[in-house]
């Protein structure tokens, strides 16, 4: 809702202001002479969504992740961006700069939560949401967030589809690819309990879990569970909906095709692209690794506390990344573990809950 203000000397031009129902913080100084026509009191509130870019080593695409955040439709006093990053680089850091974007250069011994947690406690907004250096938002992809958050109650999670692209930018010729990111079952808007996805999405398509570049979640969630987050290096995606699924509130599928997924040769998880024997193996070696240690932890802390249905998905989880990791030679990766009988059982088991879990 627009309101108008009037004020005399310095502030003598009328301000419309965007109040939400969601007002955090009043930041007017004292004697700045406002008063508010249509309205009793005058609220100045946080900004309303957050962006995160985060960028581990990488440099070659940042400049136009952070333009395509700068581009969005939203206006930009709804909106708040930080940059964090484990290096330093002239020609970047002049373009962070002078876009007036904070940034933070974190030490690259920081996991991927941790680097997460820094930037929270400067960027401000109510709903949070992530940009992979490497990939990109539609110039809508912000307004359709802050209808979402502002339209509906009881709201936590948020969740787009989105278009792959190349190191190039084109879109990737592929329908297997395409799918993945706009699969058939998430082609309409789905609003609903998160705990309900469960029996509402069959089968179940593994990108509405993944992908941060797609997903913005409630802000105070975060900081709930920011103990668990400081300690992963990955997963991070699955995990913001894991908690949102223990918070059991309502999430969002936006079909809108509002990200573009940028899949190219230096992607950890990826096999897609021409590259020697060794080097898939040593990509999809950390990659396991890296998820395994993740998975542990959150299914340490959360297995057996919250039931069945948040059981279902960690045990799903956990073993998928067993699974992975056990069909590569132990010349190649150990993870101190080998699967049984029993994790078999457990597995199908936990896929039966939703028909499909993950791909494999």
Same mark, same amino acid.
């Given at each position: 809702?627009?309101?108008?203000?009037?004020?005399?000397?310095?502030?003598?031009?009328?301000?419309?202001?965007?109040?939400?129902?969601?007002?955090?913080?009043?930041?007017?100084?004292?004697?700045?002479?406002?008063?508010?026509?249509?309205?009793?009191?005058?609220?100045?509130?946080?900004?309303?969504?957050?962006?995160?870019?985060?960028?581990?080593?990488?440099?070659?695409?940042?400049?136009?992740?952070?333009?395509?955040?700068?581009?969005?439709?939203?206006?930009?006093?709804?909106?708040?961006?930080?940059?964090?990053?484990?290096?330093?680089?002239?020609?970047?850091?002049?373009?962070?700069?002078a876009n007036n974007v904070k940034s933070i250069v974190a030490s690259n011994e920081t996991t991927y939560g941790k680097r997460i947690l820094m930037a929270l406690e400067q960027v401000e907004g109510r709903v949070i949401t992530f940009l992979e250096d490497d990939d990109l938002y539609e110039k809508d992809r912000l307004l359709h967030i802050y209808n979402a958050f502002e339209n509906q109650d009881k709201f936590i999670y948020f969740h787009n589809n989105a278009t792959p692209i190349n190191s190039d930018g084109k879109v990737i010729d592929s329908v297997k690819i395409i799918n993945y990111y706009d699969p058939y079952p998430l082609r309409n808007k789905l609003y609903f309990r998160a705990r309900d996805t469960i029996?509402?999405?069959?089968?179940?398509?593994?990108?509405?879990?993944? *992908?941060? %570049? @797609?997903?913005?979640?409630? /802000?105070?969630?975060? =900081?709930?569970?920011?103990?668990?987050?400081?300690? +992963?290096?990955?997963?991070?995606?699955?995990?913001?909906?894991?908690?949102?699924?223990?918070?059991?509130?309502?999430?969002?599928?936006?079909?809108?095709?509002?990200?573009?997924?940028?899949?190219?040769?230096? *992607?950890? %998880? @990826?096999?897609?692209?021409? /590259?020697?024997?060794? =080097?898939?193996?040593?990509?999809?070696?950390?990659? +396991?690794?890296?998820a395994y240690t993740a998975v542990k932890i959150v299914h340490k802390e959360f297995y057996g506390k919250f039931g069945k249905i948040i059981d279902s998905v960690l045990e799903s989880t956990y073993l998928w990344i067993l699974f992975n990791a056990s069909t590569w030679p132990s010349k190649y990766i150990y993870l101190g573990e080998r699967i049984s009988i029993m994790d078999v059982s457990k597995y199908i088991k936990a896929k039966k809950k939703f028909e499909y879990a993950y791909q494999i």
């Open positions: 809702m627009l309101i108008n203000i009037s004020a005399g000397g310095h502030y003598s031009e009328t301000i419309k202001i965007m109040l939400t129902k969601r007002i955090i913080r009043c930041i007017l100084p004292k004697n700045c002479g406002v008063k508010v026509i249509n309205k009793g009191c005058l609220y100045a509130f946080m900004k309303n969504i957050g962006v995160i870019i985060s960028a581990y080593n990488r440099k070659k695409y940042i400049k136009y992740a952070l333009h395509s955040v700068l581009s969005q439709s939203l206006p930009k006093e709804l909106y708040d961006i930080i940059v964090i990053k484990n290096y330093k680089d002239e020609d970047i850091d002049n373009y962070i700069t029996y509402k999405l069959k089968p179940w398509p593994a990108y509405f879990t993944s *992908n941060p %570049s @797609s997903q913005a979640i409630d /802000r105070e969630l975060l =900081e709930k569970w920011k103990m668990i987050l400081e300690q +992963l290096d990955t997963f991070i995606d699955p995990f913001l909906f894991i908690i949102s699924l223990i918070e059991d509130a309502y999430v969002i599928n936006d079909p809108a095709k509002l990200t573009l997924i940028r899949l190219h040769e230096n *992607n950890d %998880s @990826s096999t897609l692209f021409n /590259r020697s024997f060794e =080097e898939i193996v040593e990509k999809k070696r950390h990659f +396991l690794m890296r």
